[in-house]
């Protein structure tokens, strides 16, 4: 499965971003009013005098969140994170163990990042317990993993994160007063718009023994791990997309079933896909365009770079196959393929169905 973390298999030379992506990731400041009125709602809580009480209190916190106006990706449903906490009135020691390592290369592309300072008013102390309030708009739907950087000079802290629904906990080990970034689990936005988000401690430690630096949505993968079929070709489908982008996203509509609304150059694609035979592999891209075409897009794996020049099929869901050349992997491992527009001509570049790499026999 891709996330946006390093694995000790990759064997493929990571990628980096075009010359022409953004090089920080978005940084978002949660709103003074909108904080206030979240506090204002989540102060009628209950008060909770023990740990398990303080949870239970903790699930009265319910924000308003819109209703989704797109629906979630139609692809099967993916196993649960290793932190994901299916009961919610579990204690808060309840967590999982292990911690994934950051790939070093990790793109900035369509990052959200919520900084958090002392003076700023994200930060809500209740009776009982410590939040940080984070309304924020995001301009597209998809999957994100949540990161937070922290440190922490207790020998340990167990913390809550909220989305909708959804609660991910986890126990933070001392950082000895250094910075640490760490994965808590995943989160679905289910549609464009206004979302809310918050963090939880336990009462008294914010800027004494815990400081809570920054909150992250990063962008990754929508669906599964991508494996070679039975005559060891590669299906790239959209559905399986990491999307590093502000606006291009995946669409699960059936008539659909692609990655869309790619109308910013900066946006791209990657999927990460393993690999058990060496060779050179034919790569056909099944992309549509009603918009002219003309735009000049990259595919790239590693320092190979292929390119082509966008077709107009007549419509954005009527597929065409644009052979584009072929790669080549020198042995068997784990490798990333990322689609990278360099030039955009019209109001939109394309969408795109599918990827395939076929062995060149």
């Known amino acids: 499965m891709n996330r946006p973390l390093a694995s000790l298999l990759i064997v493929g030379i990571p ?12 940084v978002v400041k949660a709103t003074p009013e909108a904080a206030k009125e979240v506090v204002q709602q989540e102060a009628k809580a209950a008060v909770a005098t023990t740990p398990t009480e303080t949870v239970k209190a903790e699930e009265a916190l319910k924000t308003d969140q819109p209703q989704p106006e797109a629906p979630a990706p139609a692809v099967p449903a993916q196993p649960a994170s290793p932190y994901a906490v299916t009961d919610s009135f579990s204690g808060l020691g309840d967590f999982g163990s292990g911690e994934p390592i950051e790939r070093q290369d990790l793109p900035e592309r369509g990052v959200m990042a919520f900084k958090v300072a002392k003076d700023q008013s994200t930060f809500a102390p209740m009776e ?15 999957r994100y993993s949540v990161r937070i950087s922290y440190s922490l000079k207790s020998s340990t802290l167990g913390v809550q994160f909220k989305f909708g629904d959804l609660r991910l906990k986890k126990t933070l080990v001392s950082t000895s007063g250094a910075t640490k970034r760490l994965y808590i689990g995943d989160i679905y936005i289910p549609q464009g718009g206004d979302q809310f988000m918050a963090f939880y401690t336990p009462n008294g430690v914010a800027w004494s023994t815990f400081v809570l630096e920054e909150v992250a949505l990063v962008p990754t993968q929508e669906g599964e791990e991508v494996k070679p079929t039975e005559d060891g070709s590669l299906q790239l489908l959209a559905k399986d997309a990491t ?32 690999v058990d035979k060496a060779g050179k592999y034919n790569v056909t891209v099944h992309q549509g365009c009603g918009a002219g075409g003309g735009s000049e897009v990259a595919i790239q794996m590693g320092e190979q770079a292929l390119k082509f020049k966008v077709q107009d099929t007549g419509g954005f869901q009527k597929w065409a196959p644009v052979n584009v050349g072929e790669l080549e992997i020198k042995e068997p491992g784990t490798y990333r393929l990322a689609v990278k527009p360099q030039s955009k001509n019209g109001g939109a570049i394309m969408d795109v ?7 060149v026999s």
């Open 353 to 359: 169905q599918k990827i395939i790499l076929a062995p």
């Open 243 to 274: 999307t590093w982008s502000e606006n291009m996203r995946y669409e699960p509509k059936p008539e659909k079933n692609c990655l869309g609304f790619w109308t910013e150059k900066e946006d791209f694609a990657e999927w990460e896909f393993t």
């Open 128 to 142: 009982h317990w410590e939040q940080y309030n984070f309304p924020f708009q995001s301009k597209r739907w998809g």
């Open 15 to 26: 990628l980096a971003l075009s010359a022409c992506g953004k090089s920080e990731a978005t």
